[in-house]
């Protein structure tokens, strides 16, 4: 249901046209093909004021206008544009057009063997110019309507009684309007203000698509490839098909074909204007995670000075784990308001192939050879360029005003607000309003939602502890499922369900967990405008009970966080493994240990009470501090249960194995511990969304480091340690071809004076056919703890993302959202004889999981060899907080 809210609602910015009643009239009508053919979403487009519309399914139109005379063009992809003169006066002009098929003409061109096809030539020069027109305009305003509507066409048998509780069947359609107004400032900062919204349900906020945000002169939109992106050359094939005229403009159609298909790679068809080296018109789909995109956009020359898109439609279906939907998107732009880069200005420009025209290439290039020339200068003392002129000036200028820049840092900025009055238009408003009148079928899901609307809130009214299942009140089956409940605005309280395992220290284990919520809305008095902070407190008993042991355990969790700080306090009697970072799932080592006799995970148990603090100091640092005061006690084994009665010679000693302890076994001792702890981003970048920074990710390595001490004689503690440590984590994206993520920890006991095995450093092994730690930074074939030290260490994880690389080079495989891996793990530490693993791995297999097989070396001597599956690293791979 997330997937589906995601897709159908406020995109882009709407924009609220001037009530109707206070014009005498307007356009009314049908637009259809030559053919015959009733032409739905065609646009209709007024020059005088930017005003816009488009026919609904039946191809009809209304647009209200001021009397006058306006210059009107109706276009469709496909058909010639039609620009009409109307006079309009006290009433509605009814006007029916027919659009003619659009007659492509082939180019006296002759493409011989061996010889590129004229639509190189074409895209050289749109890809030239493409950073100029991201750069052309200093701002606009405009105003937008949009229409979300989706549909979830079919799901799986055993989901069909909780989704139709939920009032989702398959005929509702879910839709949404909205009516904004927008404002775009050089480089980078977008406005939104949404003046009308309307909307059933409890969906109002749900996010745009990415593609109605993004530019396709940029080179990438929504982490797809565009086919006027630097780079295009290596990712599409170009065909030339024809050329026609639109009005004065000359537009060439132009065939764009992936040369491997799969995701974040377009196919179809792109319209470039002739001299302008613009986008007239574009029609695309891509696909990403299995689920089909396709893209229409229509542009129109605003004021002769730009072309700028006035209207987009996006379609969207897929099928994930049963789940089938479709969406559609419909935004249309009008009222324009552009105001040109003063640096940018130029009457007229020539942008010359230097790979075809090459004489007339080397004399421009001569003739303006001074390097630290000004692109406005070079702009201004002649009017060819090019390509590659074009893109370095452009280039320059982008980097020379970002280091002009207050905040050179951030990449982006937008603002999102909501009118106080945009949900209480009436439905006369939008029926003035609408572009594009409401098809039955939309209607009846309007007719639908305010109907479960009504029920929803009935069932919200009633007693004050709610359940979030949608019941009243507390339940006794809750204690045995679990539920969460609403006791005001401000708390919730929580049982969580029930879940446990087996070891062979307790045998099966019960987990039983409640949690209390309170949050607090903190506004700065002395600054309205700034956002307000949420404040959080989290209390949560745990209890434990280990059916072998007989025994009752347990800790208490108090947790306060705010925007940037954590302060948890945390205490009881619990069982923990010898590695905190717990290597081994309690779910895994239970299956394991039943099916197969072995019992990987190694526990011990502690008194204790600890207390931890993390400090996000501003988005580039971070520091934490840890401390912990422990009783620890040694367990042995209490059950040899198993499946299978072979299995039980299997089971081993709750000891762990090294090979620089003989005896990891300890008496029972105090540890009084503290530990801090630095992270740094130095080169993040950001976004800024309603004045709040938000990191983009992986735009820094993370930089840490890490010192811990063991307190002798302090509250009775026996250890005695000094332990530092400092790592490097870092993602390198090479476009869609391929992601390259590296894990490097070095790190030395200064002082190992007094200290136990739970102590040690120790990293993340494996010996499971299941493997849920992070991909990157964790062994496949490693024991758990034959390699544990208390000297120095080095580790590195190096993990590299294959878009098509052997078996991907099938464009089936790759649209199955299949990707290769190949992957190194090194550890070295005085005994573990530069233990090194290397692995292939198929990722993404029915998009959530990923098989791997590994080879294990001691100083380059084969050890061993493993399969082991996961959870796909694409989902999986995150260094965020």
């Keep these: 249901m997330a997937l589906m809210k995601k897709i159908f609602t406020p995109l882009f910015a709407l924009t609220l046209l001037v009530s109707s009643s206070a014009f005498a009239g307007g356009i009314r009508g049908i637009i259809k093909g030559d053919d015959g053919a009733i032409l739905a979403f065609a646009s209709v487009f007024v020059k005088q004021t930017s005003a816009g519309a488009a026919t609904d399914m039946e191809g009809r139109f209304e647009l209200s206008l001021p009397p006058g005379q306006y210059d009107v063009l109706f276009q469709y992809l496909g058909y010639e544009t039609t620009q009409r003169k109307i006079e309009v006066g006290s009433d509605f002009v009814e006007i029916n057009i027919v659009l003619k098929t659009q007659v492509v003409v082939l180019q006296n061109v002759i493409i011989k063997a061996g010889k590129e096809d004229p639509a190189y030539t074409i895209m050289r020069k749109a890809i030239g110019k493409a950073k100029y027109h991201t750069q052309q305009l200093d701002n606009y305003t405009a105003k937008v309507y949009i229409k979300g509507k989706g549909q979830l066409k079919d799901y799986p048998w055993f989901a069909k009684k909780a989704v139709e509780k939920e009032g989702i069947t398959k005929d509702r359609v879910f839709i949404s309007e909205s009516v904004s107004e927008i404002k775009y400032t050089r480089p980078n900062k977008f406005e939104e203000k949404v003046i009308a919204v309307y909307t059933k349900g409890k969906d109002r906020n749900t996010s745009p698509n990415q593609f109605v945000f993004g530019s396709f002169y940029e080179s990438e939109i929504a982490e797809v490839v565009s086919p006027l992106s630097p780079k295009a050359f290596s990712y599409y094939k170009f065909e030339y098909l024809g050329s026609f005229k639109d009005n004065a403009y000359e537009v060439s159609k132009i065939k764009v074909t992936p040369r491997s298909k799969g995701d974040n790679v377009f196919e179809g068809m792109i319209f470039i204007v002739e001299d302008w080296w613009s986008i007239h018109s574009l029609d695309l789909r891509t696909v990403k995670l299995g689920i089909n995109f396709k893209v229409k956009q229509i542009y129109n020359p605003i004021e002769d000075k730009a072309w700028l898109p006035i209207s987009q439609q996006f379609f969207v279906d897929g099928k994930v784990f049963g789940f089938e939907f479709t969406a559609e998107y419909l935004a249309t732009l009008k009222d324009y308001k552009i105001t040109l880069n003063p640096d940018l200005v130029v009457a007229e420009m020539k942008v010359v192939d230097e790979k075809i025209e090459k004489e007339e290439a080397k004399k421009i290039e001569k003739k303006f050879s001074k390097k630290d020339q000004q692109i406005q200068e070079r702009l201004a003392s002649g009017k060819e360029v090019t390509n590659k002129e074009l893109r370095q000036m452009v280039r320059e200028y982008e980097k020379q005003e970002q280091k002009e820049t207050k905040e050179p840092e951030v990449l982006s900025e937008s603002t999102f607000t909501v009118d106080s009055a945009a949900y209480k238009k009436d439905s006369t408003f939008w029926s003035e309003i609408r572009p594009v009148a409401l098809s039955k079928q939309e209607e009846r899901g309007y007719q639908i939602n305010d109907s479960i609307s009504t029920v929803e809130r009935k069932r919200e009214e009633g007693d004050t502890l709610k359940s979030r299942k949608g019941k009243k009140g507390f339940s006794p089956t809750d204690l045995l499922v679990g539920n969460s409940y609403r006791i005001n605005k401000t708390t919730d309280f929580r049982i969580h369900f029930p879940y446990g395992g087996f070891n062979t220290v307790e045998g099966f284990n019960l987990i039983y967990r409640t949690s209390l919520y309170k949050r607090w809305v903190i506004k700065d008095k002395t600054d309205s405008t700034k956002k307000a902070r949420t404040s959080r407190l989290e209390i949560s008993p745990i209890a434990r009970y280990a059916f072998s042991r007989q025994l009752l355990t347990g800790k208490l969790r108090v947790e306060y966080r705010n925007q940037n700080q954590r302060l948890t306090l945390e205490g009881g009697r619990y069982v923990e493994q010898f590695n905190s970072d717990e290597p081994i799932h309690s779910f895994v080592n239970t299956l394991t240990s039943l099916f197969s006799g072995d019992n990987w995970m190694k526990l011990y148990e502690q008194d204790f009470i600890d207390l931890k603090y993390r400090n996000r100091i501003d988005d580039k640092l971070t520091i934490t501090s840890a401390w912990s005061l422990s009783r620890r006690h040694e367990l042995d084994n209490r059950s040899d249960y198993t499946f299978f009665s072979d299995n039980k010679e299997n089971y081993r000693p709750n000891a762990p194995v090294n090979v620089e302890t003989l005896n990891t076994g300890f008496e029972d001792n105090t540890s009084f511990t503290g530990a801090v702890g630095i992270e740094a981003r130095p080169w993040q970048k950001y976004r800024i969304r309603n004045g709040n920074k938000f990191r983009i990710q992986n735009s820094s390595p993370v930089l840490s480091f890490n010192y811990k001490k063991g307190f002798n004689g302090v509250f009775g503690s026996d250890v005695n340690y000094d332990l530092i440590e400092a790592g490097i984590r870092q993602q390198i994206k ?140 694409i989902l999986s791979v995150n260094f965020g907080d």
Aim: glycine share 10%; charged share 20%.
């Design 734 to 873: 090479f476009g869609i071809r391929g992601t390259f993520d590296v894990n490097l920890k070095a790190g030395k006991f200064l002082n190992a004076d007094k200290l136990y095995f739970m102590d040690y450093k120790h990293f993340l092994g494996n010996k499971t056919p299941i493997i849920t730690t992070d991909p990157v930074g964790s062994f496949r074939l490693m024991d758990y703890y034959l390699y544990s030290t208390r000297d120095q260490f080095v580790s590195v994880s190096a993990h590299y993302h294959f878009r098509k690389f052997l078996i991907t080079r099938i464009p089936m495989i790759r649209l199955m959202g299949v990707q290769e891996n190949f992957f190194v793990n090194y550890l070295s530490t005085p005994s573990s004889k530069n233990f090194m693993e290397v692995g292939y791995g198929l990722d993404g297999i029915l998009r959530i999981f990923r098989l791997e097989g590994a080879v294990a070396f001691s100083n380059g001597t084969y050890q061993d060899y493993g399969f082991r599956i996961g959870i796909s690293s």
